[in-house]
């Protein structure tokens, strides 16, 4: 009954480190996203994938890389962490294209 | 790119208070979706609407789809402590993967 499951939950990193954020689901979903929260600005979609293998750009894509090795994985690089990048990452899933996503509960970065 | 606005930003009531708020677009969606989403967790997703002027409830929370697709609203009755946290709504469109958030109304209840 796992779900979305993200990890780590915090990490403080300092400008210039790089990092990988890991997501994991266990519904068997095609779809996997990758957003970030910010105050006032609700979530906007960084990369997402439409299926094992495949990536795609989202809404603010610049800084970040992403891979889906395996179906129920996707993973978020952060090559060269700037200040800009402390945020709250959520990663989410959906089964199917227009189908509800369903989300993590999110991994809170700092970058110093 | 589309814009959701959503009113109220915060709201502030008592409990058993009913609370409603809404949410606007520039263009059409083909399904809206409401989550809710408390500190320290992801958003959980509440009520998924299909269909415009589709009215669906789930508990104490009803939504409805507007008949122009533009809009959507959100109803909780009977307001209870638990339902504290920050109330999103996203819009979604057929054969696009991608969800626009709104920037979501803050819920808290006056003791």
């Known amino acids: 009954n796992a779900g979305v499951t993200q990890t780590p939950k915090f990490r403080v990193l300092k400008t210039g480190q790089s990092m990988t954020l890991l997501c994991a689901q266990d519904?068997?979903?095609?779809?996997m996203y990758w957003y970030r929260q910010d105050p006032g600005m609700g979530l906007r979609l960084i990369h997402y994938?439409?299926?094992?293998?495949?990536?795609a750009k989202g809404e603010v894509p610049d800084g970040y890389n992403v891979s889906r090795l395996k179906k129920q994985n996707f993973l978020l690089g952060l090559e060269s962490a700037a200040p800009s990048q402390t945020s709250v990452y959520f990663c989410?899933?959906?089964?199917?294209?227009?189908?509800?996503?369903?989300f993590g509960d999110g991994t809170r970065l700092s970058i110093l | 790119g589309q814009q959701l606005n959503q009113s109220p930003q915060s709201m502030f009531i008592q409990e058993g208070e009913d609370v409603s708020m809404n949410c606007t677009s520039s263009?059409?969606?083909?399904?809206w979706l409401w989550y809710k989403q408390e500190p320290g967790e992801g958003p959980v997703l509440l009520i998924a609407?299909?269909?415009?002027?589709e009215l669906t409830s789930n508990g104490r929370l009803t939504a409805q789809f507007g008949i122009t697709r533009k809009d959507s609203f959100l109803n909780i009755s009977a307001s209870i402590p638990s339902d504290v946290g920050i109330y999103f709504c996203?819009?979604?469109?057929?054969?696009?993967?991608?969800?626009?958030f709104g920037t979501g109304t803050r819920l808290t209840i006056i003791p």
């Open positions: 609407l299909y269909k415009a002027g």
């Open positions: 996203a819009g979604l469109n057929f054969g696009n993967e991608k969800l626009t």
């Open positions: 989410a899933s959906s089964l199917l294209r227009s189908q509800p996503q369903h």
């Open positions: 263009s059409i969606f083909n399904t």
């Open positions: 519904m068997n979903h095609e779809y």
């Open positions: 994938s439409v299926g094992e293998g495949t990536t």
